[in-house]
């Protein structure tokens, strides 16, 4: 008998003497996996809050040889009222910038777990933007041909939301694409008063 | 010092020799780049050179000339090489140049303290350019060269044809004699070794190391002192180094640059890092100009793209990652130009701020003042507007030089248009309307690239 065999014969010997214990065990974990799994409110908030904080149009430069230091108003409104198109990847990864971690805050840094599971975002339902601002879930097949780009305005990459104990603070990476060779990333670190989530620290991190 | 004028006559000599090889003799044993008589100096750690520099810039304020000449230098590095024979040292920069015209700014150094600058320029042959599938070497060199005063006024004018002086246009200086303009050397260096029960040099049958030097020499007279022995009829010659300038900086780049790219991204960097094109040297191989900038490139995970990314948040160690590996070569090299441009704009940005770098990279710093204040006036103070920038400037200097670079990497095997469209890539939304690329040019270039695409085997 292999050590394979032994081990397999032990467990069915364990589950079939504390069968109710079994079943409790399944019965109350899934759920507690699912939960890490799914959207909560707090995630759809700070989604939300962070899609209108960034998506503008990209303002046009200065002409060259110009010294002018302002744009027209007209313009400026113009841009500033423009309705965009904006997509999310449909996956929130754990994933985090490393050398953006250790500038951050010691109450943030420690809320951090990278080992909890990527959170897929299966509807978009709760985020929503005040400016107007359509959105979209990005299509992650399709987002590897570079036409797709053309079909919204602003891609966007949210890392999975972390929060404390308490859920009064929040960090997050976000990933914001203009096309595939166009975008920054930035973690943004949250803190709640009054039950509203605010910036209280930004550092910005990649470019491409 | 508006008792001493200077009386240039400017002659180019001569001797033309073809690229040559000189092989190094066992007898002379371990030769090395350090025993070369020329070295890359830099501003910020050379005395020497700050006073040398300074002592210009007097003259220049004395004198009131060629202020509008020492803007379009770059004074950071410097070549460096003495004459022990004419007792003069030699500091030749580089200035800005445009798509036809190579400059150097030459500031000397007599040992009795005499200064003098010229600004040498080569002017190619557009329509000659044309014909060349790649630069054939200064043997062959077809255009103008002009020596000009510190003002802008030309000494010397000199039509030059397949490396010989063919006439002057302004008639106020002459070759003496005819000949070639610059000379190029090839000098391999070999590794030898001796050991104590045998006398003789042993050398490794390959070269560890190949310089190129360019030298032009030229006939100095009525010098002011600048020439041993004074007096205003004394001749000498005279000559500058500028072409080892680049391969210095080359090599140099090992230092400084950590590569630690894998598989096709490392066949597709050795190609661009051979090639040593200019784009190349501007970039990737402008983190030699102080090495206090260290940049490492990699194959790895971008946290929030699947592309590549730059992290330049601490402008002393910028890291490029190449993400997206599954692409072709020349998609490759756009991705490792594109993050190179935006690190050496970090680069350029941070030592401006912290005093080192002259403003001539002016337009540059207006994009960053520009969209700066677009974010925190109209945006979020949290929008990282320095990408913006960056983009802006991409396509108002560089859309065309990568375009130009990813063609030579492929051979040259198709017209420039057909390298725009990856040139363009991260940088369509970018830019004025003048400047933008239009729905049809994009197209048009999207069009021509499936057939680079099909075509093109750079690596494997």
Redo the contacts between chains.
């Keep these: 008998m292999t050590i394979l065999e032994e081990l397999q014969k032990l467990i069915l010997k364990f589950v079939s003497k504390f069968k109710l214990v079994c079943i409790f065990l399944v019965i109350f974990s899934l759920p507690i996996r699912c939960h890490l799994q799914e959207l909560a409110k707090e995630d759809k908030q700070i989604i939300s809050l962070i899609v209108d904080k960034l998506s503008f149009p990209l303002a046009p430069p200065p002409p060259l040889k110009s010294t002018n230091t302002d744009t027209a108003e007209v313009e400026i409104d113009s841009l500033l009222n423009t309705k965009m198109v904006i997509a999310i990847y449909p996956f929130m990864r754990s994933t985090f910038d490393e050398s953006g971690k250790n500038k951050l805050p010691e109450a943030f840094k420690k809320i951090i777990d990278m080992s909890l599971p990527t959170k897929p975002i299966k509807s978009l339902d709760g985020i929503l933007s005040t400016k107007g601002h359509t959105i979209i879930l990005a299509d992650t097949v399709e987002l590897k041909s570079r036409d797709y780009f053309e079909k919204f305005n602003l891609l966007y990459d949210f890392s999975r939301i972390w929060y404390n104990k308490n859920r009064t603070k929040a960090v997050v990476e976000v990933g914001l694409s203009r096309s595939k060779l166009n975008g920054f990333s930035t973690i943004f670190c949250f803190d709640k008063y009054n039950d509203e989530w605010s910036v209280t620290e930004s550092i910005a991190t990649t470019t491409w | 010092m508006k008792k001493l004028k200077f009386y240039f006559l400017i002659f180019l000599v001569i001797n033309l020799a073809c690229e040559q090889e000189e092989t190094i003799s066992p007898d002379e044993g371990i030769h090395d780049i350090a025993t070369s008589s020329s070295k890359v100096i830099f501003l910020s750690a050379d005395t020497e050179l700050q006073n040398s520099v300074k002592k210009l810039s007097n003259k220049v304020i004395e004198t009131n000339k060629g202020a509008s000449m020492l803007d379009d230098v770059d004074f950071d590095r410097a070549l460096k090489r003495y004459d022990a024979a004419l007792k003069i040292t030699y500091y030749t920069f580089s200035m800005k140049p445009d798509e036809l015209t190579t400059r150097k700014f030459v500031l000397r150094q007599s040992d009795n303290g005499n200064i003098l600058g010229h600004a040498f320029e080569f002017e190619v042959d557009a329509d000659w350019l044309n014909e060349q599938e790649v630069f054939p070497g200064w043997h062959q060199y077809t255009g103008w060269l002009r020596i000009l005063e510190l003002d802008g006024n030309v000494l010397s004018e000199n039509r030059v044809e397949n490396g010989q002086v063919a006439g002057t246009k302004n008639g106020k200086q002459q070759a003496s004699r005819s000949g070639p303009v610059c000379e190029r050397t090839y000098t391999n260096w070999y590794s030898c070794s001796r050991f104590a029960s045998d006398p003789n040099w042993h050398c490794e049958s390959e070269p560890y190391r190949t310089t190129v030097s360019t030298e032009c020499t030229w006939e100095s007279m009525s010098h002011d002192g600048m020439l041993p022995g004074g007096g205003h009829n004394k001749v000498g010659l005279e000559s500058i180094d500028f072409s080892e300038w680049e391969q210095t900086q080359l090599n140099a780049v090992e230092d400084n640059v950590i590569n630690n790219l894998t598989g096709v991204p490392l066949c597709v960097y050795n190609k661009l890092k051979s090639l040593n094109g200019n784009l190349f040297k501007k970039t990737i191989g402008a983190f030699i100009d102080d090495p206090q900038y260290d940049l490492t490139l990699r194959t790895g995970?971008?946290?929030?793209?699947?592309?590549?990314?730059?992290?330049?948040?601490?402008p002393k160690n910028i890291i490029i990652?190449i993400e997206n590996v599954n692409q072709s070569s020349l998609g490759l090299a756009s991705?490792i130009l594109?993050?190179g441009l935006?690190a050496e704009m970090h680069r350029y940005v941070s030592r401006y701020e912290s005093g080192v770098d002259p403003n001539n990279r002016a337009?540059l710093l207006?994009?960053y003042?520009?969209?700066k204040?677009?974010a925190l006036k109209?945006?979020?103070?949290?929008?990282?507007w320095?990408?913006?920038?960056?983009?802006?400037y991409m396509v108002?200097n560089y859309v065309k030089k990568v375009a130009s670079a990813l063609r030579q990497l492929d051979g040259n095997q198709f017209a420039l248009d057909y390298y725009m469209s990856y040139a363009w890539?991260?940088?369509?939304?970018?830019?004025?309307?003048?400047k933008k690329l239009s729905k049809e040019k994009n197209t048009y270039y999207d069009n021509l690239r499936r057939t680079t695409e099909a075509n093109s085997e750079i690596c494997k």
């Design positions: 995970e971008c946290v929030r793209t699947d592309e590549a990314c730059t992290d330049g948040t601490d990652t991705l594109h993050e935006h337009r207006q994009l003042a520009w969209y204040k677009w109209y945006q979020d103070k949290d929008y990282n320095k990408n913006d920038a960056h983009h802006a108002e890539d991260g940088l369509r939304d970018s830019g004025y309307a003048a």
